[in-house]
Antibody, heavy 115, light 108 residues
Framework: EVQLVESGGGLVQPGGSLRLSCAASGFTFRSFWMHWVRQVPGKGLVWVARISGDGTWTYYADSVRGRFTISRDNAESTVFLQMSGLRAEDTAIYYC??????????WGHGTLVTV | SYVLTQPPSVSVAPGETARVTCGGDDIGVKSVHWYQQKPGQSPTLVIFYDSTRRPGVPERLSGSNSGNTATLTISRVEAGDEADYYC???????????FGGGTKLTVL
């Protein structure tokens, strides 16, 4: 069974940093691209970032490029989102999701970041 | 960047048919995917590649895509269908993944 479990969310001051983690299990982690998607409570889904299976390729939404960094540790089956220069508008639930291009069939439960 | 436009809300009586639209420039040439999100839960993929139901999704849910509009159709609506629905495409021109703004389906 595919499982994605996010952690690392919390309260942070504007301008601060936070690192989110997403632990994956139930599939061959290194074979899949992974995503971060965020959602302001009560609002819509917004794609944040994507990383290739080997970590070579990364893509970002314009709103976070230069401030957020997506990375992964395939030995630990974990994907990360390093967030810096945080702003109030970054407050959201952050979900990780597995990429079965071109859709996202597996999502974690999310972790709340409050700036 | 590519924009997907959804109506904020759709209301329908039980047993009727609900149609949730997703507008985009020439969206008919793209693959559209639909997610259902119930309160307090993560999104769930229900339709992919325009019209393919994910295993376990009722046949009452169907999708279509043509021209500038993709549509999620829910027939014989039930109370349990009440949720937010999001369309999504992969804009390969700049490798951006795009979600519509979401539509809240209310069952009257």
């Amino acid at each position: 069974e595919v499982q994605l479990v996010e952690s690392g969310g919390g309260l942070v001051q504007p301008g601060g940093s936070l690192r989110l983690s997403c632990a994956a299990s139930g599939f061959t982690f290194r074979s899949f691209w992974m995503h971060w998607v965020r959602q302001v409570p009560g609002k819509g889904l917004v794609w944040v970032a994507r990383i290739s299976g080997d970590g070579t390729w990364t893509y970002y939404a314009d709103s976070v490029r230069g401030r957020f960094t997506i990375s992964r540790d395939n030995a630990e089956s974990t994907v990360f989102l390093q967030m810096s220069g945080l702003r109030a508008e970054d407050t959201a639930i952050y979900y990780c999701a597995r990429d079965d291009s071109p859709s996202l069939p597996y999502w974690g439960h999310g972790t709340l970041v409050t700036v | 960047s590519y924009v997907l436009t959804q109506p904020p809300s759709v209301s329908v009586a039980p047993g009727e048919t609900a149609r949730v639209t997703c507008g985009g420039d020439d969206i008919g040439v793209k693959s559209v995917h639909w997610y259902q999100q119930k309160p307090g839960q993560s999104p769930t993929l229900v339709i992919f590649y325009d019209s393919t139901r994910r295993p376990g999704v009722p046949e009452r849910l169907s999708g279509s895509n043509s021209g500038n509009t993709a549509t999620l159709t829910i027939s014989r609506v039930e109370a349990g269908d009440e949720a937010d629905y999001y369309c999504q495409i992969w804009d390969t021109s700049n490798d951006q993944w795009v979600f519509g703004g979401g539509t809240k389906l209310t069952v009257l």
